[in-house]
């Protein structure tokens, strides 16, 4: 079922919300990124980020694959290897047919190669389409394969937020969004909450990818001893008596 669901959501990619008309909403939820308004009984809106299709394939595909974890490490590195290789090969003949699995086609670029290049991976990822997909799990699963081999502290450090992968995610997006708020005021004196929308960004801020990556592990490195703390609690006895801990 999974696999179907990636293989096949983009063929959905041309029904919008107009065209599902009464059941417009359930669609937006199931396949299309939009905020979602209600007006009875409550005035409230929802942005919807993470469609349903494929997400639910695609944690659906982790939990069938997470079988190979209780194989033998050779077998399971090769596996990992082999799926991994697989992926970014059907990415690469998919992206160059340039006629299925993803709403927006790559062109050669009058700028060069390179940015050909980045038209080429220049792929959707609200909703992820299947070449997104592939071009994202298919090195996922060549790093995982790496990792078997990581011995010493790198392990132990990868370990304590592979163990709540959820919890990290949850408390991940507050984080960024206080630490944002903080950089416009120190920054530009201006208080920017992207969550309520309707902002302007300053006209001097120039975009950095290196601040991208530093902002990328400061955060990273701040949730770690709240991860490291959940993650003893939710192996202990007492944690392991709350069943719902372990989809956090």
């Avoid at 409550?42 to 069938?64: C, E």
């Avoid at 960024?176 to 960004?201: E, N, P």
Wanted: a positive charge; proline letters at 6%.
């Amino acid at each position: 079922i999974s696999v179907v669901m990636i293989l096949g959501h983009n063929a959905l990619d041309g029904i919008s919300t107009r065209d599902a008309g009464a059941l417009a909403d359930l669609w937006a939820f199931l396949h299309v990124r939009t905020l979602v308004s209600f007006t009875e009984p409550l005035a409230f809106r929802i942005f919807v980020a993470y469609p349903l299709i494929p997400w639910i394939g695609v944690m659906g595909l982790g939990y069938a694959l997470g079988t190979w974890m209780l194989l033998d490490e050779v077998t399971r590195r090769k596996k990992l290897t082999y799926l991994g290789l697989g992926l970014i090969v059907a990415f690469i003949v998919l992206r160059a047919a340039n006629f299925y699995g993803d709403p927006t086609r790559w062109i050669v670029r009058r700028e060069g190669f390179f940015h050909t290049i980045m038209s080429f991976i220049n792929t959707t990822k609200y909703p992820p389409s299947l070449l997104f997909l592939l071009m994202t799990l298919g090195p996922a699963l060549l790093v995982l394969a790496w990792f078997e081999r990581v011995t010493g502290w790198p392990r132990r450090v990868l370990l304590v937020f592979g163990r709540v992968p959820m919890f990290f995610y949850l408390l991940h997006i507050p984080l960024i969004v206080l630490a944002s708020v903080a950089f416009w005021y120190l920054k530009f004196d201006r208080v920017i909450f992207f969550l309520a929308g309707g902002f302007r960004i300053p006209p001097e801020y120039e975009p950095n990818l290196v601040m991208v990556y530093v902002s990328w592990l400061l955060v990273t490195l701040a949730l770690y001893p709240a991860c490291k703390y959940y993650g003893k609690y939710k192996f202990s006895r007492s944690g392991r008596a709350r069943r719902w801990l372990r989809f956090l």
